[in-house]
């Protein structure tokens, strides 16, 4: 084996073997359960060269006498730990790693991973006492360093600041977490805080090349252009539609707080500082291999994307691309295809844009559903939503098929008929404007509080819908401030213009065709082709997807522009 990999399922481990597999290198990886292999496959490495090598470092390991350069990215990274479980790994561990390399014959290096808030020379840089886990780094450091000077192992130490990426949703990912959810209304630290961050791309990139370089250096891997943590959350807010949190609270107040008032780990607060750090070998090292981190800002609003699509390690993306667009001033969320779609798929009440991941995934072609503006994980908007519809569809270059569920269908019928050569056709699926006034969940009384406190299943055993991903979704949305009183807005509707869509709907010049459950027929004739599904209610698209989609498929097809 060219590499050994210790913690190679961990999130900075799985991202070094895909790029040491990537250059082709041979790569033995060390997991106690194999989740490497499918999350590989899943990113698209050729996993020929991989060899999945059971172990635990907290074990006696095995025997690999062939393996020329050792990593050990294994680490207990959490706050709150008890002490004993943090050394096991990040002590006792690291020196087993130590002892393990020290018998291979052909070792040219051990990289060892540590912490930027760890110094060479011992010392915490920090006025606060570390918690378990930055002790156990510390005191491993302090170790790995004595053991392989004794028993010369040619060792480099890499110390990274916070990695992000996605998977990533430890640290620095909790405060995104309270910003998203609205309960961030002061920043911890002070104006000139850093946290640095660096992406586990470079990180892993920059680890492929430490083996090349002479031995006994230590390694500060960070981006030094990391701007201060108001500044960093301000970025990451504004690129999410939120607003950040104008003041600041002082690290030795938050000391003297109790944490049921904080809300903070004490542990936390000793990354909450101005210190700065020595990068320049490591900068070096970098640009003699070619190596570039990707500006910050740009790094922090894609992470942000990625912390969202995966609701902060809940849930997983049901498809790419996605992200935040501005859109007529919103601060829209959108998966899917944004210049080329065969299907654009428009969400109802009290849904968003993941409801349409069970039919999306059952109909060809690349589809585009955005969160309507102000609802899901969307920014309202400063105009109507035709102008918000009209600005989402300025991008598209083909001629899709637009696809809406109830209150989203009366825009649609707007926009086509004022653009009919925009489009190829038009599925209404449970159009509200053909319906007694209100769906039933606005008929039921629900108000904005109730709403907002409503668990997933609660919710889905009001829609009438099966508790799935999708479901869930949308009620981590309405937990947020704000969503659940515009979705009761919206429900209350408008009878003048439920009567203007039903008129405009007969003068729309492409095909129309209209989706109903059997147990929520449309009261109001609507001129056009209707299909009903048999068992169906108001939401064929979360309870029957596999016919909806067949309905959809005979429905129209797109039209390439």
């Given at each position: ?5 210790f913690g ?26 194999d989740?490497?292999?499918p ?18 470092i907290?074990?006696p390991?095995?025997?690999?006498p ?7 990215t294994?680490?207990r ?12 790994v ?5 020196l ?12 040219r ?10 110094s ?5 840089p920090?006025?606060?006492?570390p918690g ?5 780094k ?29 998977g ?23 104006p000139d ?5 660096v ?9 492929a ?43 030795a ?37 070619g ?57 109802g ?7 349409w991941?069970?039919?999306a ?30 600005d ?5 270059r ?6 809406a ?11 086509a ?15 509200s ?13 629900l ?5 907002r406190?409503?668990s997933?299943?609660r919710?889905?055993?009001t ?8 479901v ?12 659940a ?26 095909p129309?065709r ?11 004739a609507?001129g ?24 959809l ?9």
């Amino acid at each position: 084996m060219d590499a050994m990999v210790f913690g190679a399922t961990g999130f900075i481990g799985r991202s070094l073997v895909a790029e040491l597999l990537t250059r082709g290198q041979r790569v033995a990886a060390a997991v106690r359960n194999d989740t490497l292999t499918p999350w590989l496959t899943s990113q698209g490495v050729d996993i020929e060269r991989l060899e999945i090598v059971t172990a635990d470092i907290t074990r006696p390991l095995p025997e690999l006498p062939e393996v020329r350069d050792v990593y050990n990215t294994a680490a207990r990274f959490a706050f709150g730990l008890d002490s004993r479980e943090a050394r096991a790994v990040n002590v006792t561990g690291a020196l087993n790693v130590v002892e393990w390399a020290a018998g291979l014959p052909e070792l040219r290096r051990l990289v060892h991973i540590s912490g930027y808030r760890v110094s060479a020379a011992g010392g915490h840089p920090g006025d606060i006492a570390p918690g378990a886990y930055e002790a156990s780094k510390l005191e491993g450091d302090l170790a790995v360093r004595a053991r392989c000077q004794e028993s010369g192992v040619p060792l480099s130490v890499v110390n990274p600041s916070t990695v992000i990426g996605p998977g990533q949703y430890i640290g620095l990912a909790g405060l995104v977490g309270d910003l998203w959810n609205g309960k961030l209304p002061v920043l911890p630290g002070g104006p000139d805080t850093f946290v640095p961050i660096v992406t586990v791309g470079h990180l892993a990139r920059f680890l492929a090349e430490v083996p090349a370089a002479p031995p006994g250096e230590s390694y500060w891997v960070l981006d030094d252009t990391t701007p201060p943590l108001p500044e960093l959350i301000g970025t990451i807010a504004y690129h999410m539609g939120l607003r950040a949190p104008r003041r600041t609270v002082p690290v030795a107040l938050l000391r003297r707080l109790p944490r049921t008032v904080t809300r903070a780990d004490p542990e936390t607060l000793s990354f909450l500082s101005a210190d700065r750090y020595p990068t320049a070998s490591a900068h070096a090292l970098a640009a003699g291999a070619g190596l570039e981190m990707p500006p910050a800002a740009d790094a922090l609003r894609a992470w942000a994307d990625d912390l969202v699509a995966a609701r902060f390690g809940t849930a997983s993306p049901w498809s790419k691309p996605y992200g935040f667009r501005d859109v007529a001033g919103s601060r829209t969320w959108m998966t899917g295809e944004r210049y080329s779609p065969g299907h654009v798929l428009l969400h109802g009440l009290p849904l968003n844009a993941d409801s349409w991941a069970p039919l999306a995934a059952r109909i060809p072609g690349p589809v585009l559903a955005p969160d309507l503006p102000g609802l899901g994980r969307s920014a309202a908007a400063t105009g109507s939503v035709d102008a918000w519809l009209e600005d989402l569809m300025s991008p598209v270059r083909t001629r899709p098929v637009l696809v809406a569920h109830s209150l989203a269908c009366a825009p649609v019928v707007r926009f086509a008929a004022a653009h009919p050569d925009r489009v190829s056709g038009l599925v209404l699926v449970s159009p509200s404007f053909l319906q007694a006034p209100g769906p039933r969940l606005a008929r039921s009384g629900l108000a904005a509080p109730m709403l907002r406190r409503m668990s997933a299943a609660r919710l889905a055993r009001t829609l009438g819908v099966p508790a799935g991903a999708e479901v869930a979704s949308a009620a981590a949305d309405l937990h947020r401030p704000g969503v659940a009183r515009r979705v009761v807005t919206a429900l209350r509707g408008d009878a003048a213009e439920r009567d203007r869509s039903r008129t405009l709907l007969g003068r729309v010049d492409v095909p129309v065709r209209i989706i109903a459950g059997s147990t929520d027929r449309p009261l109001v004739a609507a001129g056009h082709p209707m299909t009903e599904i048999e068992g169906a209610g108001h939401y064929p698209h979360l309870t029957h997807p596999t016919q909806l989609a067949r309905h959809l498929g005979a429905a129209s097809a797109p039209v390439g522009g």
